[in-house]
């Protein structure tokens, strides 16, 4: 049995000329918070949406349990990898609700399409999952009468709802109003108090010491530093992630 839920080697990830990922590895063991982060434009956010094949890697390869998305030199088989991506749960900065839905019908919607449930076991599913994130008053709700963190938090119990194996979460509340923020970490602290994998891309570093097994630190499309979060913010090894520690916390 597979003890680690993502793997990754090599990958590199170029938009024409431009190399934004320069053979990035990664593994995250099941169970396992790894937390990135970085400055802006290190690349931080892109090993996250091509572990979800939003982008295709120019190179290298990721397996999710044990199976590859994609092998170097191979054709990718949209098939698999539609099937492999249902895996995978991923929050963005923008919570992408349909405008003329309900809460409960976005949270519905992606199991009836993807999973091909019932209606009834879709709206059984959403109902759970939109109570776990704090929604049960507000399920008949469109996104135009819910806050900025009520929407995420659909958007997290739409993600969930898939019952995926790993969670992604990419910059999951650089969108939102400051006193809002809270909110939506206190959900996702819950997640992993309760065992999920995850991979986040933040710049809330409380957060990042609070809930990351592991820290890593991005920088030019590399890996600069990795390690336990606090070995990794009381003495970092590298220059380059002393500076980056000693500008966010000031």
């Known amino acids: 049995m597979c003890d680690a839920m993502i793997e990754v080697r090599d990958l590199r990830k170029s938009f024409g000329?431009?190399?934004?990922?320069?053979?990035?590895?990664?593994?995250?063991?099941?169970?396992?918070?790894?937390?990135?982060?970085?400055p802006s434009g290190s690349g931080k956010s892109t090993p996250l949406r091509c572990i979800n094949f939003l982008e295709i890697p120019t190179s290298g390869t990721v397996k999710i349990d044990g199976h590859y998305f994609a092998k170097p030199n191979e054709k990718l088989n949209e098939k698999h990898v539609a099937a492999l991506r249902t895996e995978i749960?991923?929050?963005?900065?923008?919570?992408?609700?349909?405008?003329?839905?309900?809460?409960?019908?976005?949270?519905?919607?992606?199991?009836?399409?993807?999973?091909?449930?019932?209606k009834e076991?879709?709206?059984?599913?959403?109902?759970?999952?939109?109570?776990?994130?704090g929604l049960a008053e507000r399920m008949n709700y469109y996104p135009s009468q819910l806050s900025g963190g009520q929407q995420q938090r659909v958007a997290i119990a739409r993600a969930l709802a898939m019952e995926p194996k790993t969670m992604l979460f990419d910059e999951a509340t650089s969108?939102?109003?400051?006193?809002?923020?809270?909110?939506?970490?206190?959900?996702?602290?819950?997640?992993?108090?309760?065992?999920?994998?995850?991979?986040?891309?933040?710049?809330?570093?409380?957060?990042?010491k609070e809930v990351g097994d592991r820290i890593i630190f991005m920088?030019?499309?590399?890996?600069?530093?990795?390690?336990?979060?606090?070995?990794?913010?009381?003495?970092?090894?590298?220059?380059?992630t002393k500076t980056f520690i000693k500008k966010v916390d000031h």
Do not use: C
Request: charged share 30%; glycine share 8%.
């Open 17 to 38: 000329s431009n190399e934004i990922l320069k053979g990035i590895n990664m593994t995250v063991k099941k169970g396992e918070k790894v937390v990135i982060i970085g």
């Open 219 to 240: 920088d030019g499309g590399i890996i600069v530093e990795e390690g336990h979060p606090k070995e990794f913010f009381h003495n970092p090894k590298e220059e380059r």
């Open 89 to 118: 749960g991923m929050v963005f900065q923008r919570f992408n609700l349909f405008p003329t839905m309900t809460a409960l019908e976005n949270v519905m919607a992606a199991q009836m399409k993807i999973r091909k449930k019932s």
């Open 175 to 208: 969108a939102l109003d400051p006193e809002l923020v809270g909110e939506v970490l206190n959900v996702i602290r819950e997640l992993a108090e309760e065992g999920m994998t995850m991979v986040l891309v933040t710049h809330e570093m409380k957060f990042a």
């Open 121 to 133: 076991a879709a709206r059984e599913t959403a109902e759970k999952y939109l109570k776990k994130v």
